[in-house]
Nanobody, 122 residues
Framework: VQLQASGGGLVQAGGSLRLSCEASGLTFSRYAMGWLRQAPGKERVFVATISGTGRSTDYTDSVKGRFTISRDNAKNTAYLQMSSPEAEDTAVYYC????????????????WGQGTLVTVSS
């Protein structure tokens, strides 16, 4: 199984950025997908998750209304659209896959991508 995260980079506060996570080696639609992030010197934390069908999503409070998680099962790809990012969103973003459904606890994600760095300049 491989999860390839991409799309990170430098973005200005108030701008937008879309992260992608392409999966291979698994039946993509059977896995909930999540985005988690780790800021420098901090623990990895939950950002957003989406069910295998795409019908159910959940977000951490700090990104609600600004970030949108989505998926295209035909392309085996999940996305995180970041709108109006803030300096506090600067982190390495990881995509992950879970058979347990759309979960927040990072320990329930079985497969992880390599991470993509997002830097928000203020």
């Amino acid at each position: 199984v491989q999860l390839q995260a991409s799309g990170g980079g430098l973005v200005q506060a108030g701008g937008s950025l879309r992260l992608s996570c392409e999966a291979s080696g698994l039946t993509f639609s059977r896995y909930a997908m999540g985005w988690l992030r780790q800021a420098p010197g901090k623990e990895r934390v939950f950002v957003a998750t989406i069910s295998g069908t795409g019908r159910s999503t959940d977000y951490t409070d700090s990104v609600k209304g600004r970030f949108t998680i989505s998926r295209d099962n035909a392309k085996n790809t999940a996305y995180l659209q970041m709108s109006s990012p803030e300096a506090e969103d600067t982190a390495v973003y990881y995509c992950a896959a879970s058979r347990a459904g759309p979960v927040k606890y990072f320990g329930l994600y079985e497969y992880w991508g390599q991470g993509t760095l997002v830097t928000v300049s203020s």
